[in-house]
C-alpha cells in the first residue's frame, strides 16, 4: 500500500500563499476579460437612455441670423378708430440725399444709420388717413419714453412726431402706441443685398420673398427725385399682412430709381 505524501508544518504557509496568489490572479483575468466583453456590447448594442438621445429638431437652438424679425412675446395692443396700419419704413440714404442741409443731423451724421429705419406706423381708413387727432393722452412724449425708442426711430425728433401726427388717431395710449410700431417692425424681415439702381417691383418681390404671408398687393415701394424713398407695407390690428389697393395704387411708377447705400 503505497503512502501518503507528508506535508511538513512549515511548508503549509507557503503553499497558502501561492494558492491565494493563483486565485487571485484568476480573478483579475476573468474581471479583465468580462470588461472587454462589456465594452464591446457597449459599442454593439443600440443607445438608450435619455442622455443618449438626439434632441427634436424643433428644440435645437436656432442660429441668430441679421435681418430675421425677433420673437413676439406679449399680445399686440388693439388700436381703434381706423381699419389697418401702414408701417413706413424709410431707405436713409435717400432720405439724407433728398433732404441735404434740412437733414437731421443724427440721422444723417457720422455713424447714422445706412438701410431702412421706421419712419412711422400709420392708421388708415380704406380711403384716407386720420392725422392729429384729439386724445386722451397728452401730446407732448416725455423724453424717458422717447429715448426707449431710439432703436426704432434714427431720432427723437421723429418719434414724437409721428405721435403727435399718426399715434393720437390709434385709440392707443403713448407707450402701447410705441410698442405696436416695434412689434410691427420686427414682424417685417428686410431682405439683404438692396442698394444701387433698381425698380419698385424688385423691391417688392424682394421683401415678398423674405416675408412669408406678404403679397405684392400688401406693400408699396415710394420714390421721390429719382430716389427709392420708402417701403410702405400694410397690416390689419393684430399685425397679420393685409392688403391696402388704395395704398398699392399710389406706389412708385418710375422705371428704375437710385438706392444710394452712403
Request: hydrophobic share 35%.
Amino acid at each position: 500500500m503505497p503512502r501518503r505524501p507528508v506535508i511538513r508544518p512549515s511548508v503549509l504557509p507557503a503553499l497558502f500563499r501561492v494558492s491565494a496568489l493563483v486565485t487571485l490572479t484568476l480573478a483579475v483575468a476573468t474581471c479583465s476579460q468580462d470588461g472587454q466583453q462589456n465594452e464591446q456590447a457597449s459599442q454593439t448594442a443600440p443607445h438608450t437612455g435619455i442622455l443618449q438621445a438626439p434632441l427634436p429638431s424643433a428644440e435645437k437652438p436656432s442660429a441668430t441670423v441679421p435681418g430675421l424679425p425677433r420673437k413676439q412675446a406679449s399680445p399686440v395692443p388693439l388700436g381703434s378708430g381706423f381699419d389697418f396700419y401702414v408701417l413706413s419704413l424709410s431707405w436713409s440714404p435717400s432720405y439724407c440725399a433728398i433732404e441735404g442741409k434740412r437733414a437731421d443731423r443724427r440721422q444723417c451724421g457720422r455713424g447714422g444709420p445706412k438701410g431702412f429705419v421706421v419712419h412711422g406706423l400709420w392708421p388708415q381708413y380704406h380711403k384716407g388717413y386720420p392725422a392729429n387727432c384729439r386724445s386722451s393722452e397728452p401730446e407732448r412724449v416725455p423724453q424717458q419714453l422717447l429715448s426707449a425708442q431710439r432703436d426704432v426711430f434714427p431720432s427723437d425728433g421723429l418719434a414724437a412726431h409721428e405721435w403727435r401726427k399718426h399715434g393720437t388717431c390709434s385709440g392707443l395710449s403713448q407707450a402701447d402706441y410705441y410698442k405696436v410700431t416695434r412689434m410691427a417692425r420686427d414682424k417685417v424681415r428686410v431682405p439683404r443685398g438692396l442698394g444701387g439702381t433698381v425698380s419698385a417691383p424688385e423691391t417688392e418681390n424682394a421683401f415678398v420673398t423674405a416675408n412669408k404671408g406678404l403679397t405684392r398687393e400688401s406693400i408699396a415701394v415710394a420714390c421721390e427725385l429719382n430716389h427709392l424713398s420708402e417701403v410702405q407695407i400694410c397690416f390689419d390690428k393684430a399685425l397679420n399682412f393685409t392688403n391696402c389697393p388704395e395704398v398699392d395704387r399710389k406706389g412708385c411708377r418710375a422705371g428704375r430709381v437710385l438706392m444710394p447705400t452712403n
